[in-house]
């Protein structure tokens, strides 16, 4: 559990303003997610220099805070569930299939939290996802609805997949992942997060990938590929220099090199 300096510490790297007395509701728990989905960013940038990842909760909040850095889903969203039981909410983890744009179905490697509020009602909570997906919690319960900065998220349940969140695309529901109840400690993510760091066919060892989200969508980098997204069509350019990728991190990102 963090403590109230280091929530004080955790409130001001996101934006906003601790209260010690702040009950743990539906309301503050929206607000933190969204918080920190736009000023703590998604990256990859120690895995691509070789350097091991730590999700023990003092080493995210060190690089998280600390020294101003993000992470990737093992580390978001263990460092979030972790500031969240801090702050009060019953919280557990879960693991999940990254579903969208997939064409068989793919290994659980995604983590996933489901916080309860002081109300009693459960929310699906995210802070780890680098591509478009839902800034604010969802309420976990079959046929919930949301739109979100203009996008819209339901969630699903069916025979396999067990439940199922979906986004709206082109004027129909798409698969974006799906999990099960079954809790998960701190520790079972150590070993898929070993095979993202170090699998040859894992994604994320070959080239920076950085996101952050905005109110009108995200700013990306792809390997030399900068983009800021607004709806489908982003503003794209290449990254010509490391001066320029520097710089790009540093104004965007919040991450000096």
């Known amino acids: 559990m963090y403590t109230t300096e280091q929530l004080t510490a955790v409130f001001r790297r996101i934006g906003l303003a601790y209260s010690p007395d702040a009950a743990p509701t539906p309301e503050l728990l929206s607000d933190v997610q969204y918080a920190m989905a736009t000023h703590v ?55 999940a299939r990254y579903l969208r744009g997939e064409t068989e179905i793919p290994m659980r490697r995604h983590r996933v939290l489901l916080a309860e509020a002081s109300d009693g009602s459960r929310w699906i909570a995210d802070a780890g996802i680098g591509q478009a997906a839902f800034k604010r919690p969802l309420r976990f319960e079959e046929g919930a609805e ?17 439940w199922v969140i979906c986004d709206r695309h082109n004027g129909a529901w798409r698969r974006f992942y799906s999990f099960t109840e079954e809790v998960q400690l701190n520790i079972d993510y150590i070993m898929p997060s070993f095979w993202c ?24 980098v ?4 900068f983009r800021i997204w607004h709806g489908e069509t982003p503003f794209e350019k290449q990254i010509e220099s490391e001066e320029e990728r520097a710089e790009i991190y540093r104004k965007y990102f919040g991450i000096a090199r």
């Open 197 to 220: 760091e170090h699998a040859p066919e894992s994604p994320f060892p070959g080239a920076p990938m950085l996101s952050i989200k905005t109110a009108e969508g995200r700013i990306t």
């Open 222 to 225: 792809d390997g030399d590929t």
């Open 41 to 95: 960013p998604y990256e990859n940038l120690d895995i691509v220099a070789g350097i091991p990842l730590s999700l023990d909760y003092g080493d995210l909040y060190d690089k998280i805070v600390t020294r101003h850095r993000g992470g990737y889903c093992f580390e978001l969203n263990g460092f979030l569930g972790e500031v969240l039981r801090s702050l009060g909410y019953k919280v557990i983890e879960v693991m």
């Open 146 to 162: 949301a739109e979100i900065d203009g996008e819209t998220y339901r969630v699903g349940h069916e025979p396999f997949f067990g």
